[in-house]
């Protein structure tokens, strides 16, 4: 009896060391999901992907599903997403991101993301307050942040680009005028472990009334 128990507090403990270990930065693996802190403190920008791995246009589709949980200015949804995930247009988009192109030349996907001008912010055609489009660059980038989160929950990793050729872009994917282009976004797999550049104290940047 007490050996039986024995053995298997054993393998429990052997089975718990190994989802532990599973679930640092490559959360993948074990096909659990990671907690919330653990995306959040995992998430790097990431300059050096791994080759040998790719992402599916099933898995992109399945991350840009939950951009579609972002909230936006009377759910105007104004962001637009344009995949390069073909190695034509991959290989057209390395060469418009300018200094960033060594960083994501491994990368499986790039993401250009764009947003309507004049929904977010505005009401019946007319500007609602002194923000203006810049709404839509918020909505943008809200969006954004559920893109680069949910990737890390997947076990992908990204890089945040807004050094990159807007009207190069443009022509590339037939980007309607009427678009602002932001970022382009890499996601692919971590080629090795990213440092985390320095935080401001909190006390910098918060005041409490
Ligand atoms: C709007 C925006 C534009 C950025 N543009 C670039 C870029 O062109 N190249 C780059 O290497 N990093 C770029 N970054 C990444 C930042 O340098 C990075 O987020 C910051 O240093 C904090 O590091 P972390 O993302 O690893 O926490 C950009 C980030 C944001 C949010």
């Known amino acids: 009896m007490t050996k039986n128990y024995l053995i298997g ?18 959360t993948e693996s074990a096909g659990t999901s990671p907690s919330f802190d653990e995306v ?15 992402i599916s246009e099933a898995e992109v589709r399945e991350l840009l599903l939950a951009t579609q949980e972002a909230p936006s200015w009377a759910n105007q949804q104004p962001s637009k997403y344009y995949v ?3 190695p034509e247009k991959l ?36 500007q609602t307050n002194e923000v203006g489009d810049g709404w839509g660059a918020y909505d943008n980038g809200l969006s954004n942040c559920y893109l680069i989160m949910k990737a890390r929950a997947m ?17 590339l994917f037939a980007i309607p005028e009427s678009e602002t282009i932001m970022a ?20 910098d940047v918060v005041k409490f009334y």
């Open 91 to 126: 290989a057209a988009v390395q060469d418009m991101v300018g200094g960033n192109k060594d960083r994501i030349k491994d990368a499986p996907v790039l993401i250009v993301s764009t947003f309507e001008r004049g929904r977010s912010g505005f009401f019946q055609g007319n």
């Open 84 to 86: 390069a995930i073909s």
């Open 155 to 171: 076990g992908f990793d990204t890089l945040i680009m807004g050094m990159r050729d807007a009207d190069q872009l443009r022509e």
């Open 40 to 54: 959040l403190t995992s998430r790097r920008s990431v300059r050096s992907y791994d080759a040998s791995k790719k």
């Open 9 to 26: 507090a054993a393998i429990a403990l052997l089975s718990l060391t190994s989802c532990s270990n599973s679930n640092s930065s490559n």
């Open 184 to 203: 382009v976004i890499s996601l692919g797999y971590r080629a090795e472990e990213p440092n985390r550049p320095e935080r401001k104290p909190l006390d």
